[in-house]
């Protein structure tokens, strides 16, 4: 299909549920140096146990594609290394990238393990990058990374990187970190595009893949059916230097003087609206009789979530926790009998991982009882027009836009203004499940 390359998923190889010593047998020896120049299908004989990297080498050669897989690696280590494992080895979850001459490129070892029991975190992050004669240079890094500053913010920032190549096995978990909808946010946060293969296995949880590039997204997500998918496109290659989204935030946050305009026509004006603290955190000025929504807690992802629950066909809603305060005007097209509400959580996210969120979360309930809210929802018929935005105290800011049967929508307009970060949306293309702003204050962790 006249691909360059071609980026295969986690796991893909060996699969899962192995041990320490269940998975030895299966670990190839791949050196792990700049220096060492190696063709694996012309030159089998160099190493040893190194029959999947030969069999991948000769993969790219014989098709003349770039290729990017996932395996095990082993690593004999010395007991006077301080990191040596007490079986004398080092055992690596590792990415491999070949030219399209088979020749081994770059290797990378993931450093932020998800509970794999069989692996070793390396001593140091691998900040890993290959040159390509079509789109420049790709950086790598694999699933549990996205999510943290160590390796794979900073080798975006350092190496002001356009492209990443991405294995993962990705279990999916709503409304906020689903495959696709995470992959997306991160190629707009950081203006990049990503190839991201994720493994298809449904009843794990895991499914959605694609291609994305900040304007435009090709996915695969099906929990259906057991059939994995190939995903082909030809995206532009971005070589400008644009300024990432996260860079021209900070600029952004000069105060522009603002003044408060709420809407009068059907669609949203672009005008966000920041009232200076009038107002007591989770309340909204009504008119005097209407009643204000309440307040309630429930929990969303392992996290305890202050809510404000979304009442009638429009308003303005304000909920805050922390240091954090969310704000939301919308207007729904037609009110159907589906329960929103609007999120706040400012905290250290504890379960699965350690990491510290702010979130800003528009979400559809799973019912209508408060305590729904949080739940995995995949299909909604609602369709809303809203402002969200937030005091966000990081400038790492992942917008999310999930729509009915976890589609992807883009925002009209996102960025900081008078030191709050915002998103937009005139009419989403389907049904709204989340809108989000999801925070990641990388210091805090």
């Known amino acids: 299909q006249g691909a360059q390359i071609i980026v295969f998923p986690e796991d893909g ?7 320490r010593s269940s998975i030895y047998p299966y670990l190839d020896f791949v050196p792990h140096s700049h220096t060492v120049n190696w063709n694996p299908c012309k030159e089998p004989y160099l190493f040893n146990d190194t029959e999947v990297v030969q069999h991948l080498s000769c993969m790219a050669l014989k098709n003349k594609i770039f290729l990017v897989a996932n395996l095990g690696t082993k690593q004999p280590c010395e007991h006077a290394d301080p990191h040596c494992p007490s079986d004398g080895r080092y055992q690596f979850n590792t990415n491999v990238a070949f030219d399209d001459d088979g020749t081994l490129v770059a290797t990378y070892r993931k450093h932020n393990l998800y509970f794999e029991y069989a692996f070793d975190t390396p001593p140091e992050p691998d900040y890993k990058l290959f040159d390509t004669p079509f789109a420049g240079k790709f950086g790598m890094f694999t699933c549990f990374d996205i999510l943290f500053f160590e390796p794979a913010v900073n080798l975006i920032k350092q190496y002001n990187l356009k492209q990443v190549v991405y294995p993962t096995a990705w279990m999916n978990q709503l ?4 495959a696709v909808e995470f992959q997306q946010a991160f190629a707009t946060a950081f203006n990049i595009n990503i190839l991201a293969a994720n493994i298809h296995h449904p009843t794990l949880g895991m499914t959605g893949s694609g291609i ?6 090709f996915i695969y997500h099906n929990m259906e059916s057991y059939g994995g998918k190939l995903i082909v496109a030809e995206i532009p290659v971005i070589t400008t230097n644009y300024e990432t989204n996260l860079e021209s935030n900070e600029r952004f946050r000069e105060n522009l003087h603002h003044s408060c305009k709420t809407f009068t026509s059907t669609s949203l004006d672009d005008q966000v609206c920041f009232k200076e603290g009038e107002e007591t955190p989770g309340r909204v000025s009504g008119k005097a009789n209407e009643p204000l929504p309440p307040l309630f807690y429930a929990e969303m992802m392992y996290d305890n979530f202050t809510f404000i629950p979304l009442w009638g066909e429009k308003g303005e809603l304000q909920v805050c926790a922390n240091t954090l305060c969310c704000y939301l005007n ?6 159907t009998d589906e329960l929103y509400a609007l999120g706040v959580f400012d905290g250290l996210h504890t ?3 350690t990491y510290y969120v702010q979130a800003c979360a528009l979400v559809k309930c799973g019912g209508l009882s408060f305590s729904t809210c949080g739940q995995e929802v995949t299909d909604a018929t609602a369709l809303i027009d809203f402002q969200l935005w937030g005091n966000m105290s990081t400038t790492y800011i992942f917008p999310l836009l999930l729509t009915s049967g976890i589609t992807l929508d883009f925002a009209d307009h996102m960025g900081w203004k008078n030191n709050h970060y915002f998103m937009s ?3 989403t293309s389907s049904g709204l499940l989340t809108a989000a702003l999801y925070g990641r204050w990388y210091e805090k962790d």
């Open 351 to 353: 379960v699965h991982g």
């Open 175 to 178: 409304p906020l970190l689903s």
């Open 330 to 335: 919308y207007r729904r097209a037609v009110v």
């Open 212 to 217: 994305y590039t900040p304007v435009k997204s």
């Open 425 to 427: 949306k005139n009419r």
């Open 13 to 19: 190889i060996h699969g899962f549920n192995f041990t």
